[in-house]
């Protein structure tokens, strides 16, 4: 089992910026597939970025491709979305996911643990 907890959300304003921190316990973070996924009201959940175990891959959804990077460090189990340029269509909640499998996939049924969410708000 692996759990999962994120922190950094918040208010900010249009064009700011914003990091999220995923947060893991139980089991090393490395074995894992992290993803970051954002739910905005009355939407369907959606990954915005995924990151392989090593870090060497990763992949985008292209409405944050150029603002967001997500980057890990297994050494503290930790995996990062830092947010840049954020427009109020970003404003959701964002959840980090762990896949056990070896697969770089965005696809939400693939993922095993979730965190609790945090709250993204941003004001125009």
């Known amino acids: 089992q692996v759990q999962l907890v994120e922190s950094g959300g918040g208010l900010v304003q249009a064009g700011g910026s914003l990091r999220l921190s995923c947060a893991a316990s139980?089991?090393?973070?490395?074995?894992?597939?992290v993803g970051w996924f954002r739910q905005a009201p009355g939407k369907e959940r959606e990954c915005v970025a995924v990151?392989?175990?090593?870090?060497?891959?990763?992949r985008y959804v292209e409405s944050v491709k150029g603002r967001f990077t997500i980057s890990r460090d297994n050494a503290k189990s930790t995996v990062a979305l830092q947010m840049n340029s954020l427009k109020p269509e970003d404003t959701a909640v964002y959840y980090c996911?762990?896949?056990?499998?070896?697969?770089?996939?965005?696809?939400?049924?693939?993922?095993?643990?979730w965190g609790q969410g945090s709250q993204i708000t941003v004001s125009s």
């Open positions: 996911a762990a896949d056990r499998s070896f697969a770089v996939t965005m696809t939400e049924s693939n993922y095993d643990y």
């Open positions: 139980g089991r090393t973070l490395s074995n894992y597939i």
């Open positions: 990151i392989s175990g090593s870090g060497s891959i990763t």
